[in-house]
Nanobody, 124 residues
């Protein structure tokens, strides 16, 4: 399985971006998907997750009210709409498939097929 994240770029603080993540195999449209990010010198952290069955979404506290995760199962694609961006949102953003259920949505160890990520840079 390959995951192709796209949509990153340079934006001013307060601006918006929409990230997309397409899975190469339709089967993985039936799995929960997560978004994580890693800023320079920092550990990877959970951003958001979009489930398959109930189409529920989960967010890290620092993005609640600003980011919205969604998915189009027919297109095998998940999205992350990012509004009111802040300089501290600057990071490499990854999507991944959740294959494990021994941990929570925010546990990176539950995810696989990380892909190359897409860079988001927010200028002040």
């Amino acid at each position: 399985v390959q995951l192709q994240a796209s949509g990153g770029g340079l934006v001013q603080a307060g601006g918006s971006l929409r990230l997309s993540c397409a899975a190469s195999e339709r089967t993985y449209g039936n799995y929960d998907m997560g978004w994580f990010r890693q800023a320079p010198g920092k550990e990877r952290e959970f951003v958001a997750a979009a489930t398959w069955g109930r189409s529920s979404t989960y967010y890290a506290d620092f993005v609640k009210g600003r980011f919205t995760a969604s998915r189009d199962s027919a297109k095998n694609t998940v999205y992350l709409q990012m509004n009111s961006l802040k300089p501290e949102d600057t990071a490499l953003y990854y999507c991944a498939v959740r294959l494990g259920y021994s941990g929570g949505y925010d546990d990176a160890h539950q995810y696989a097929y990380w892909g190359q990520g897409t860079l988001v840079t927010v200028s002040s």
